[in-house]
């Protein structure tokens, strides 16, 4: 009888806590589409890449 009494005190007491939480809805910030007017060449995108490929074979060799 007494864990019957504990088990339902607990389950009041965890209901409670959910109750009275209520706060207001967290809304995105819209999405703004950009163009990218001077776009970057593929070269620069590369170059960087291929210099720490290069470090790494000469440190391992």
Known sequence: ????????VLLAAATTAFAGGMSDPVMDAPVVVSAMDGANSSDSGLLIPLIILALLAAGVS
Do not use: E, I, Y
């Open 1 to 8: 009888m007494k864990k019957l009494v504990l088990v339902t």
